[in-house]
């Protein structure tokens, strides 16, 4: 062990640190303001906002990483709209449907909301863990950028203040909330770790990614057995925040899936990384 690799070993971990030092204040004033201000998060315009910056980050991230493969400029190109396009195609489709309120319980006789959780990852997750243009992208691109682009998942905590004004229930909304925040509030410390190129903080990263889909996991469970619908099992004394509404369902209906898509491929890229 070299002392460089000592060295990047010990500084990583402390600016990981000093990263929560800023991420958390953050976070615990996000979910202050919508505690005792219920109408910014209300309004759509935090999803709308975030929603678009995500796509903006992942449509340069995806054309940087494009530019370091060996790729004629149109094939570059086609390969960038073949993702975009679709990706793009969906986040409407679901905004448009979730703001004319085709989510909500009775609307419509098919789940529609579990239908937008898992078939996303039905049809995407085989073809981006089996797809070799895929694999050049992964491989291009930083192991650090699909970690951190995660961070938005502290904007998850709205469901703790959601529930510390009894609007939503506890059951749902803790595991929910606590492990959004948690996972949002490490991305950015476990991509620092990461960027050492140690095998350790590939192993935060690979543990960091499983914790976040059993976020997802715990989340959708509980969200399906106490919202109204075909699958309730328990009937909460509140009515739960997946129900339906916009702008809130656009979380379960398009965040959850999407965010799901990014772990399999930070795990596939993290794999890649260690067979080469």
Same mark, same amino acid.
């Given at each position: ?11 990583? @971990? ?18 202050? +303001? ?11 315009? @935090? ?68 239908? %937008? ?8 997750? @085989?073809?981006? +863990? ?7 992208v992964l491989d ?58 140690? +095998?350790?903080?590939?192993?935060? %990263? ?22 109204p619908g075909p ?15 916009? @702008? ?29």
């Amino acid at each position: 062990m070299t002392a460089l690799t000592l060295h990047a070993e010990t500084v990583a @971990p402390r600016q990981g640190w000093r990263a929560l030092l800023w991420i958390a204040p953050l976070t615990v004033l996000w979910t202050a +303001l919508n505690y005792w201000l219920p109408g910014i998060q209300g309004s759509g315009i @935090p999803n709308a906002a975030l929603r678009l910056i995500i796509q903006a980050l992942i449509s340069v991230a995806l054309w940087q990483a494009l530019e370091q493969c060996d790729l004629t400029p149109a094939r570059r190109r086609n390969v960038w709209l073949g993702i975009m396009i679709p990706f793009t195609l969906w986040l409407a489709v679901i905004w448009g449907g979730a703001v004319n309120g085709v989510f909500r319980p009775g609307t419509v006789r098919l789940p529609l909301l579990p239908i %937008a959780i898992f078939l996303p990852v039905i049809i995407g997750a @085989p073809i981006l +863990l089996r797809s070799k243009r895929v694999g050049q992208v992964l491989d291009a691109m930083p192991t650090t950028w699909l970690v951190a682009l995660q961070l938005y998942r502290v904007f998850g905590a709205i469901f703790l203040a959601s529930w510390m004004r009894g609007a939503a229930p506890g059951i749902f909304a803790l595991p929910a909330g606590i492990g959004d925040a948690l996972t949002g509030l490490f991305a950015v410390p476990i991509a620092i770790s990461l960027a050492t190129g140690t +095998l350790e903080g590939r192993r935060a %990263a690979i543990a960091w990614n499983i914790f976040g889909l059993a976020d997802f996991a715990v989340a959708v469970f509980m969200g399906m057995i106490t919202s109204p619908g075909p699958f309730q099992l328990i009937v909460p004394s509140v009515p739960s925040i997946g129900a339906g509404a916009y @702008p809130t369902v656009m979380i379960p209906a398009f965040a959850v899936p999407s965010s799901i898509l990014l772990h399999v491929l930070s795990l596939r890229q993290l794999r890649r990384r260690s067979a080469a």
